[in-house]
């Protein structure tokens, strides 16, 4: 499994860096309605994009390294994968709390050295 930051990589050699186009992508504001649409489509309980989005928010302003939309969609499709859309809605409530711990607990590395 790969890891989920910056770490272990390597720029590219300029010989193999002139072979691709780079593009410099900013990054997303959470706040915004075409992020809360992106999380909403990916989600079979979509009215659970608006919280996850403001928990991410939260959870940005407190800490050194913020999460990115990648954690998030992550988050999105574990809720998804465990609560498909015919489930209670205690389930998906349950799923997002559990997908919420997952995501915001690997990405502080708890366990790494």
């Not at 075409?34 to 909403?40: D, K, Y």
């Not at 609560?83 to 349950?94: C, F, N």
């Amino acid at each position: 499994m790969n890891p989920g930051g910056d770490f272990g990589k390597r720029e590219l050699s300029p010989a193999l860096r002139n072979r691709f186009t780079e593009i410099w992508v900013e990054a997303i504001d959470f706040a915004t309605v075409e992020a809360e649409n992106l999380v909403a489509s990916q989600l079979t309980w979509p009215v659970l994009a608006k919280p996850m989005l403001g928990a991410i928010m939260w959870f940005n302003r407190q800490v050194l390294h913020p999460l990115t939309i990648r954690e998030v969609l992550g988050w999105a499709a574990f809720v998804s994968g465990t609560a498909p859309s015919g489930a209670e809605g205690s389930r998906a409530a349950e799923m997002y709390i559990h997908g919420g711990c997952m995501v915001l607990v690997d990405s502080l590395g708890l366990g790494n050295q």
